[in-house]
């Protein structure tokens, strides 16, 4: 792992702010209003883009640091759902929280992330979170598990972005701040066999060294292709709704991660992701209502 | 197939209400405050209690059912997550609803169940819902699945109720509410046996002929005993979070409902449920954060 530490104190977890210096803790900074507390301003960065709008992940992810800021010592979310409402554009937003239960163990909020009517400066509400959060450093080690980490080959022998369709990359800049290698097997879409089978998989990291703490794994989970891309179903694929449960605190190094869909109906699918880290450990696991390509 | 059908016109698709006689509209019945619009008034039957408690299905699809009324005419949640707060109890309650987006195809919305304190009057949030609605009877018939519908002997081979342990129905006023036949496979916990595996499936239907629809398929992905009990870990495993997607209209007759988990982690396991209609079809998928039994 040729990856840097940034600095991660294990007593603690990882707490990564924008000083950091990685550019996922930069695209997802939030600075809280001193005259209205609960409110964070922020700043959707270009290169974080997947088309028009902004990625989704990065978006959770954005929306999951204003809450843990705001239901702190609550810091990570065992469970956040997503609501995607309309899309993001690159500029500023703001961030509207709302501290729904404050309990002893998990802390319940809700989020509201805006961007603003380009003539009448009016907020229009691009994403809707509702989360609970708690602390994975106070996690009990009791796992009992039948799942099982997938099978790919180790990441110099996947697939790197390089090797996207170019007119895929021109549309992706989110591609370019990841180091994402994916699953040979699951690219026949590239090559213009899809394997019809609904899987898409590979190894996931950030390029700049910055290790996975819960927050980047809301990234993770909406980071990689659309899984349509292997049944032969290109184009976008808008989701309506992506839930995420943070199993565990994700060890430093590769992040493993799979996306299947098993169901096509009425114009909607769902996307199954599981993120594994590199102690073969279920970190995360989350499931996106999505629409059907045309 | 005994059960009687409660007239379902086919071209509006179902509209039960509490007029409908069945004891599920019945209890997860609403009605809109004259002087406040979006704010329902409701009554938790003692009928739907599972220990202290009212069942978690039974609460969503009542907040469901205000949420369908606020976002008319797109009255079926396509996606909908419940984060459960406390404990409700029989008595009062009221959701206060949000329309949150109103679309061509979908609107979003979001409810907030609240009981009252007995001394102050003051209201106590039981559950908040986030979700998006659609019309399913405008569904599209393209279905793509690779998914299998769950092996299971015929209901009259399965196991009722009447055959649950009297210490565990004598918490579980639900279960008389529910025609629910397990699977002979999966009930090995009954006998002093669990298989361990992880997994819980069986036939559902409303005793009273109530046919299914997308509130009752609310109830139905949180209708089984908790699948920790296939696990040999019996006691109490409280939702933190639940979310369904409603996939189809379901057909009238019985439901076949699985329910399997993979990961006990941080104590905490998460319970996937699917729910299969009589035509084969998926026509629901849920998720949901559960804390683990001591």
Known sequence: MAA???????????????????????????????????????????????GAGVNGGLLLALAGRALSQRLAPHRDPFSISGYY??????????????????????????????QFDPRTGEEIERLRVLASYGDLTAAQEDVRTSAVPPEMPPPEQCIGAEHAPPEFMAQADLLQRLDLRLDPACVGWALGSPSGVG???????????????PLMLLLA????????????????????????????????????VT???????????????????????LVAQSRQLAIVPR
Chains 1, 2 share one sequence.
Not at 15 to 39: L, Q, T
Not at 199 to 213: K, T, Y
Not at 224 to 253: Q, S
Not at 268 to 277: G, H, R
């Open 221 to 256: 989970v909406d980071a990689l292709p659309p899984v349509t891309f292997d049944l032969g179903l290109f184009g976008w694929t808008p989701t309506i709704e992506l839930t995420a449960h943070v199993r565990a605190l994700p060890a430093p190094g590769w992040l493993r």
């Open 85 to 114: 409402l309309t899309a993001s554009r690159p500029g500023p937003a703001v961030v509207r929280t709302e501290a729904v239960r404050i309990g002893r163990t998990l802390s319940t909020g809700s989020a509201s992330l805006r």
């Open 199 to 213: 899987r898409i998989q590979g190894w996931l990291r950030l390029p700049d060294g910055r290790e996975p703490d």
């Open 259 to 281: 996306h299947a869909t098993r169901n096509l109906a009425n114009g909607f699918l769902e996307e199954d992701c599981e993120v594994w880290d590199s102690k073969d450990r």
């Open 4 to 50: 840097a530490s940034v600095g991660q104190d294990p007593d603690s977890g990882p707490d990564f702010g924008p000083e950091s210096g990685s550019e996922f803790d930069r695209g997802s900074a939030v600075r809280e209003r001193a005259a209205e507390p609960g409110v964070y301003d922020a700043e959707l960065d270009p290169g974080w883009r997947i």
